[in-house]
């Protein structure tokens, strides 16, 4: 009854749910046999302590918010922030459009028939104003991209790293390797850029993120980049919300196709970043497409080791491209499917 859901909603504190606390949360209450030892493996950051007892805690300071430590507990001693409550309210209220813009690596995480037209229409019925694909917002930072490669990279020990996507890699060069920070890409993530151009065109529209990636939220939450989206939910969430509104996807018509283009759609798998600018510079800026020189790495360990080639002076490679997650975003922790089965 929708009374007593809105007394449901009423017992949530908003501001708790979205506010400045930490996105990943420990509950040591939870905690059973494995006494933490699990989740501090999972972390790549060390953000993982254990009290006494064993039980984990998060030390802030170190905490990416990249959810692995959730996917490796079992037992739900760890957990994300859902963003479920204040998003059902706002989608109730109709006050204003709601927009989706969903991730290039949703592919096949509905199941194989989902396809984009299919996911869109079960979004509208859930209440969505649209429905946008990520992947075309990526096609114009791919552009910017390539354009910051021309200028960025002068000569043979100039390189340029990719921000694209990954809020993970971006957090790791911050702690770690301050000192390579100059190279970073300016360009915000594909999922700003959806958020703000939407804004830009409907000022009193809200955006949505849908995607595998638990980091986002945090990002979304950035100082300089707070307002463009206003929740993020991964694909996980998705799943639970559309099941709870009784709503199949692979059931709903497949009636129109959101624009995205290949280009945009590769953003979901490790390379897919270099792959676009290495075509956008074949096509836009030639003369510069045959000394692009691009390298790709997933995984933190592995992310970790190129940075320090690079400190060292060992790389041969001018675009450098990091995601946190195996396979890139098709691996993250908000995903349904094995990585392998993702085909962005
Ligand atoms: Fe998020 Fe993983 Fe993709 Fe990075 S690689 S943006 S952490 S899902």
New binding site residues.
């Given amino acids: 009854e929708p009374n007593n859901s809105e007394e449901v909603l009423n017992e949530y504190d908003e501001e708790a749910l979205m506010g400045s606390e930490p996105v990943v949360v420990a509950n040591p209450d939870a905690c059973r046999e494995c006494r933490g030892a699990e989740c501090e493996k999972a972390c790549p950051l060390s953000a993982i302590t254990r009290d006494e007892l064993g039980r984990p805690s998060i030390d802030k300071s170190k905490c990416a918010h990249?959810g692995y430590c959730i996917s490796a507990c079992e037992f739900g001693a760890l957990a994300d922030k859902s963003q479920f409550v204040p998003l059902i309210r706002l989608l109730r209220q109709h006050s204003h459009k709601v927009y989706a813009s969903v991730a290039p690596a949703f592919a096949g995480q509905l199941g194989p028939a989902v396809t984009a037209g299919k996911l869109r229409s079960a979004l509208l019925k859930l209440g969505f104003a649209e429905m946008v694909e990520t992947a075309l917002y990526a096609d114009l930072i791919t552009i910017k991209e390539a354009f910051e490669y021309d200028e960025h990279v002068k000569d043979a020990h100039d390189f340029l790293i990719t921000s694209c996507?990954?809020?993970?890699?971006i957090k790791l060069i911050e702690n770690k390797f301050p000192d390579l920070l100059g190279h970073i890409s300016p360009s915000v993530s594909p999922m700003i850029a959806s958020g703000r151009v939407i804004k830009e065109l409907e000022p009193d529209a809200k955006v949505v993120f849908i995607?595998?990636?638990?980091?986002?939220k945090s990002e979304a939450q950035l100082p300089d980049l707070k307002g463009a989206i206003d929740f993020v939910l991964t694909f996980q969430e998705l799943q639970t919300l559309l099941a709870a509104a009784a709503i199949n996807p692979a059931a709903e018509p497949d009636e129109e196709n959101p624009l995205a283009s290949w280009g945009g759609r590769l953003y979901a798998r490790t390379g897919g970043v270099s792959e676009a600018v290495g075509t956008t510079l074949e096509k836009l800026i030639p003369r510069r497409a045959e000394k692009f020189k691009p390298v790709k790495v997933?995984g933190i360990p592995d992310c970790t080791k190129l940075l320090e080639e690079i400190r060292a002076g060992r790389l041969e490679a001018n675009f450098i491209e990091g995601?946190?997650?195996k396979g890139?975003?098709v691996?993250?922790?908000?995903r349904i499917i094995p990585a392998e089965q993702g085909t962005g």
């Fill in positions: 990249d996507c990954c809020p993970i890699w995607g595998p990636c638990v980091a986002k997933d995601m946190a997650c890139g975003c691996g993250g922790p908000g």
